[in-house]
């Protein structure tokens, strides 16, 4: 298990992680992916596929960002009462219920920076994706962090049991490990593959979910107990948008 403090992810009540999380811990994921990173404070982020709205309220919260938590699933009215209860201001936070499949409902070149903690997969395997429909929306210069959940090496032709013990072939089919992700993005123009390398927390934020009281949790940790974590990842992804 990775060492880190996680000073910024533990600044959250353990039940508050536990009742919003919604798999492998993202508020550590999320520091750990913008370690180094220097976005100013003040910055437009998208928080892309944002969920319950915890990690927007990480980077609301700790890091001073001006957020607009984007998610197709979750209630932008119940993720607006969650941030009152954590006292941040609506001005540093707005959720928006949009697909991010299909574009987003902003002008072109309004995000500074654009940060996606294990929703990227679902989205982001288009080929034409990136290009297309999300680029368009982040500045000249503007930056993209990415947390995939992925395979240290693609295994799709013979998974191993023990990821079948949670999860179907086609759940499977969002997990690609990271040669297939950078042969995903750099055909990609307009935009520069900063940084790709394997997360440390991994483990640490497996166990933080399968050790929650929730029924997906609960779906998962077969897989996790039976060795799956011998076989997946968590791949970090830093592009500037040329």
């Given amino acids: 298990m990775t060492t880190c403090a996680f000073p910024k992810a533990n600044s959250f009540a353990p039940s508050i992680v536990a009742s919003k999380i919604m798999g492998p811990n993202p508020l550590k994921l999320c520091e750990e992916l913008l370690a180094g990173a220097n976005i100013p404070q003040g910055s437009a982020v998208c928080d892309l596929g944002s969920g319950t709205g915890i ?9 001073g960002l001006d957020v607009y938590a984007v998610d197709l699933w979750s209630d932008p009215e119940e993720n607006r009462a969650f941030f009152h209860s954590l006292g941040i201001p609506d001005s540093m936070l707005h959720p928006v219920k949009a ?8 002008p072109h070149a309004f995000f500074d920076t654009v940060v996606s903690i294990d929703s990227y997969n679902y989205y982001g395997r288009d080929p034409e ?7 368009p929306y982040v500045k000249s210069g ?7 959940p992925g ?8 998974l191993p049991s023990c990821l079948l013990a949670s999860w179907t ?3 499977l089919e969002y997990m690609h490990d990271m040669s297939w992700w950078r042969k995903m993005i750099e055909p990609t123009p307009g935009v520069e593959i900063v940084d ?17 009281d929730n029924e997906y949790a609960a779906g998962d940790r077969a897989a ?3 060795g799956a974590l011998s076989y997946l990842n968590t791949i970090a992804i830093t592009l500037r948008k040329q």
């Avoid at 990690?55 to 609301?60: D, M, P």
Wanted: charged fraction near 20%; aromatic fraction near 10%; include cysteine.
């Fill in 129 to 135: 994706y990136l290009g297309a429909r999300l680029l």
């Fill in 99 to 106: 697909d991010a499949s299909q574009g987003l409902p902003f």
């Fill in 224 to 226: 996790v107990e039976a």
């Fill in 142 to 148: 503007g930056m993209l962090y990415l947390a995939i």
């Fill in 55 to 63: 990690t927007s309220a990480l980077l609301a919260r700790e890091y």
């Fill in 151 to 158: 395979m240290k090496h693609d295994c799709h032709e013979s």
């Fill in 196 to 212: 790709m390398h394997e997360m440390a927390c991994t483990q640490e934020a497996w166990a933080d979910w399968i050790a929650c």
């Fill in 169 to 171: 072939p086609e759940q």
